[in-house]
């Protein structure tokens, strides 16, 4: 049921149509979730992205998103995701809801055939995220892709294009650092692995372009609580053919947020680059400022994400990062949380990549 | 005359009606010029401002202003710029064509009232650009934005905010330093002033917040060549209130394309860091990539550039960089080539900046 | 025996007195061991340190013994170093001999009292670092300095100082980096261990001033060479109170020669810079040299090592590092090469430190 | 007359022999003067420099001079510094006495063919230094050495032989820039120019190898004192060629002590990169500590200095940079001062380079 427009919308879901409005050729796209990592896909859609327009935003907070949708300029407003994505002025889904939800949605938008983004992570779950795959596989259609937007970044794609052109050699050794300012209250081991350490996995996955055999995870509670879950994670994983990597998920770094990647090739190595911004001479130093969190450190990266998104819809490309990096990414991260509770190496399970992934490589270099 | 839409374009002009297609509330802009400037602008409107469309291009050469036209999804064509602006599906204008015809299709946005983004210089003369800003004092309004795409740049931004900020003191001294690969043949040192150079003077008055009193001007010619064209100009400046500059103005540097400043302060010092591409360990070196010109360099610069205009006509606000600063430039280019002649300091005569140009600064911090 | 001089040695072992010459109050050192690590030290102590002396030197190579002995202005040449060892004309001696012969030697130079810097490993085993340990405990007296020159170097120095003074929070994981441009002909995977990661070893165990208790170490082969002997490590440890490590050992990097740490701390980080070297704008790049081995990358560091040295015998302070850390690098090192060959973590069995050792922190810092 | 030993020193001026001492075969050196610049060179000689030692030291001040002639192992200590220069126990003097007295001391030691290396300037003017030239000229032989010893640091060093190699093809434009934390009491734009700038006009010489045409010189006062003297000097320079130089003194700079470098080629730059001191990632900032002052900055460029000093001693090798680059430093150094007065550029007039000087470059490229 379509909730009326609060006093923040000036229009509502009705305003809605079931097809594209006039002559404006642009992709109309509703956005499952209007919080902060929601409230930037809708943002960079509506200001940064040329080919699509925010026709409709989804939430449960009335009033939150009634802000969103006034600040796109009108878009209709929806309480319920799945009666969004089924509206008819909806051909494409953003989905930035709780990750409880992802699974769900995700299945609606497969059974309406309309693509979708979903955030990462794809599911709770490496057993629910592979329904996933198996609905794509059973339809013979890749119409997700999963925001893993560090593939999208212009210093990790650097980075892989160093990697992939054969420069240093053939990369055998991955090295990841991930840090945030600080971790939310409440939050246990398991939630650092699904929804930090998820992104480095990927990313390990990515650059030496290969699936995980075994991981081994030590760790350490760095904020003298007493709870004594593990804020900081030292993985170190082993690939199918041997290659290696160590990462770094540090979760309450204190002093800001920052991401970086290594990758170390039989002849050379090629990493990510400090941040850019102005250089500060002051107080007997030299002072780089360092992002206060993902939003800011990765704005360019979602603007491109979507960007991309948009042009595979357009073009009737395959979306990258797919449904099997998604799936294969909870994989390794289960087998993470396994080693923290044993403490020893764990195997890592992946079956066989079905035909429909077969032919992409599990990145993409732009 | 509207010439007819060759084999490269899917809609020529008639398409381009005087309103806006059905709901589609973007502004429809015309491109005059399509090389590598004009198409550039053409691009980044198409793919990555969302606020507007690309209604028209127009060009002399029919071959490349069709393919432009069919990459930005099937704008109309015109051979002639001025029909192009008169257009009635035209709102607004960017200006990409050659220097000499600036001046003229400004005036001409300006007899229409049509906001116009014109590409650096502003004219050819002072003189010339002079008429431009009286055009505008006349009418009370101003139009007019001057290319000067470094006033978006995101480390050109950083800097600019960290010296009006007052974190370092009062900004006592502006250093730049431009450097292209390799000058285009032909070129004397008057078109390194006026084409070079003149975004460094708006550099240093925008980072000073302040208009140039003196200047001298030292050169090289560094390439061997018989002319004894100065390729190399080392520009010293003296603002009205004594503050100072010093700019290395370099278009023959042979290794790349480089941008940088900085400013020094009374208590320390803001400066551009290096381009933030991946660092490659490789061959008894650690290399960090050079862009090879402008369009890498300030690609996400004239991105920006275009969706703060845009937003700018959206919201009524007035352009910046301004007519003012397009013509205060070229009076500091002005006396810069009367020194490189004379061999001497030269003073420059900027007159009284009117009320209509009063309120703003001569620079935007963002 | 004393071997008689050659034609490149203008005096002869005859010239060692058993007293210090004149008035020359210089510390007369006899070297052990004339190759590049041997001729160093040699060179440094003749050109760069100041209250010493190269009184001796010994070789089996008589040619090249003679060289550096000139060299040296014109130092006593042996051919057997237990005989240089006991020479009167010799005070204190440093072993930078092939490490068989470590032990051995060192202990000549605790029967006779001497003080020695004996290069890394001090030993072949842990077993016969401890009987080194055990002599010094019976003599109730520390006199042997390990050759861990990073404890040296200006820039580990550095990270040491910020990560001790508690401005990064307590240091929570070690991060180290050690590449080699080339491995040597027919090294195996122990070689690596005890030649190249006993300085990691040690690096880890000074910058987080604690001991390792378990060890996790995964390796590759990137030679493609049949042999399959692990010339890439990435080495895991856990320390005794729960902290970590990751080091990178990369001994056939093939871009030249590099070594870095970074020390995490519960609310910040510090590392050691890229090398100060020019930076040069060519071609496209920005380039800093890489160094090719550790006597250029440590000049410095090997140079201090040796003038701290002779300070400490001057002043008859205690050697830093001492045999403890010799030892209980070698009992990392061991468990290092036990998880290569087991697959698996294991356990370092360190036993407790013997008093003589107790008042002194693992690392120095200065 | 010889002072009396007093309670800091252990031995006085009694002790200095006119022979070495037994087989000690170091040079003697007395050291003029145990202010900060006095006492660096003097710690430097008698801890960091092997082949010499400090004999005598000379200084008014009583106290301040036994305490250093202590911690150099009981130099012998004069209050008269050119009974000292007399003195047979001592054969090479380092003259760190303030600028007045530098030119007569100079003199005694030429008098008595004793190599010296004196502290920049030279002397106070221009005519003074030309006196010192024309002395060795007259004695046909150079004994004297200036202490611009930035030639003689590393990163400067590696800029030049970057310069000096073609690499970057012909050096056309020099850009220095020279910032102390604090301006002294009661200095003058003059003093600006004889004491700080002159190192930098010593280096736009050494690294472009000629000889300086025309000055130009804007300054300001960015102290707000009401004296009005210059501490921040934009200083433009013309060589005999045409080649360039910009260069940044800045005495006041705030923040902390910086000298950079860099040397624009025809087909690329290199520069000084910065310090490389730990950098530390802490309050959302990456930070590089910036030195407080010279002698921390410079303290390995001095010992170098002094270590090539007397290695070119021992060798009866030239010294480097010699009285012809104090000379010529000073005469471009009276031309900013005029420039300063008279707000125009002004030519520099360098006579005929004598004979004796003609064989050496300017510089030395190590």
Redesign the interface.
């Known amino acids: 049921m379509r909730v009326p427009s609060g006093e923040h919308t000036k229009q509502n879901g009705v305003d809605v149509g079931n097809e594209r ?6 992709i109309p796209v509703g956005v499952v979730g209007t919080g902060g990592m929601g409230g930037m896909h809708a943002y960079c ?7 699509a ?1 925010v026709a409709a935003v989804s939430d449960v907070d009335a009033d939150r998103v009634g802000k969103v949708a006034e600040e796109c ?1 009108g878009a209709a407003v929806f309480g319920d995701a799945v009666e969004m994505i089924r509206d008819g002025g909806v051909e494409a889904v953003v989905i930035a809801s709780p990750d409880p939800t992802h699974a769900e949605l995700v299945h609606e938008c497969l059974r309406l055939g309309k693509p979708v983004l979903c955030e990462k992570p794809l599911a709770t779950s490496p057993e629910e995220a592979l329904g996933i795959v198996e609905a794509e596989v059973e339809a013979g259609r890749k119409l997700v892709q999963v925001g893993f937007m560090r593939r999208y970044d ?2 990790h794609v ?2 892989k ?2 990697a992939a052109s054969g ?4 990369p ?2 991955f ?1 990841g650092w991930h840090r945030n300012a600080r971790i939310p209250a409440g939050v246990d081991s398991g939630w650092v692995v699904i929804n930090a350490a998820i992104h480095d996995l990927d990313s390990a996955r990515w650059m030496l372009d290969a699936e995980v055999r075994e991981v ?1 995870v ?3 509670n ?2 003298g609580s007493s709870v004594g879950e593990l804020d ?1 994670q ?1 993985i ?1 994983l ?1 690939f199918a053919d ?3 990597a ?1 990462i ?1 998920v ?1 979760v ?5 947020y ?1 991401v970086g990647v290594e990758v ?27 992002d ?1 969190d993902w939003l800011d450190r990765f704005e ?1 990266a979602y603007t491109i994400e979507l ?1 991309e998104w948009v042009r595979s819809i357009e073009s009737g490309g395959p979306p990258s990062p797919d449904a099997w990096d998604g799936y294969a990414s909870l994989v390794v991260a289960g087998a993470c949380i396994a080693s923290i509770r044993s403490g ?2 764990e195997a890592v399970p992946v079956p066989e990549r079905p035909g429909l992934y077969a032919g992409e490589a599990t990145g993409v270099t732009r």
């Not at 859609?45 to 080919?51: I, W």
């Not at 309450?252 to 800001?256: H, S, W």
């Not at 039989?266 to 780089?288: C, E, H, I, K, N």
């Open positions: 409005r006039g002559g404006d050729e642009r859609l509506h200001r940064k992205v040329a080919g327009r300029g212009p210093q650097d980075v294009n160093v420069a240093i050699g053939e055998v050794l090295k081994f030590r760790g350490l760095t904020t900081l030292l170190q082993t041997g290659r290696l160590t770094e540090n309450d770094a204190g002093f800001g920052e170390v090739g039989a002849s050379g190595t090629a990493y990510t680059a400090p941040p850019s911004g102005a250089t500060v001479r002051l107080d007997r130093g030299f002072t780089q400022k360092v206060g360019p960007q020893k190496p």
